[in-house]
């Protein structure tokens, strides 16, 4: 049985950010109003509710908030890769978001440098999160 990794939901509002994921860049939103970063895409500001948003560069940089480490999957196609590691990540321009982490469960710890890793899956590329360079 061939099953296939289930895909990002792509919308007019976060196709910027799955463009630039293929180009292997990390962008975020930045309110022109109010100049605060934004993750998840969205139409408008959730700080000041402007609609003044521009795709900037970021960092891809962040630390380690909290994890889960998965022994059974909530979808067939990643059970064969169990266990697994999922976390948040607190971006280093403010925002935080849930990404899989391609760290050792032994490793996993509060304030873990991190930062994004493109890897390729169903042909699409996708962002997760690894230890950062040099940390020990």
Not at 97 to 113: A, D, G, V
Not at 114 to 132: A, T
Request: charged letters at 25%; hydrophobic letters at 35%; glycine letters at 6%.
């Amino acid at each position: 049985m061939n099953i296939s990794f289930p895909e990002p939901t792509i919308t007019p509002i976060t196709k910027p950010f799955w463009n630039s994921i293929e180009q292997k860049k990390f962008t975020l939103q930045q309110c022109e109003n109010c100049e605060q970063w934004i993750f998840y895409p969205r139409a408008h500001c959730p700080h000041c509710f402007g609609n003044r948003l521009t795709w900037r560069e970021a960092t891809g940089k962040g630390r380690l908030k909290t994890w889960s480490v998965v022994h059974r999957a909530g979808h067939p196609a990643w059970q064969s890769l169990t266990p697994y590691a999922v976390g948040i990540v607190e971006l280093e321009e403010g925002p935080s978001l849930l990404t899989h982490l391609l760290i050792r469960e032994k490793e996993l710890r509060y304030q873990l440098p991190v930062e994004i890793s493109y890897h390729v899956l169903n042909e699409r590329q996708l962002p997760f999160f690894k230890r950062e360079e040099g940390e020990s």
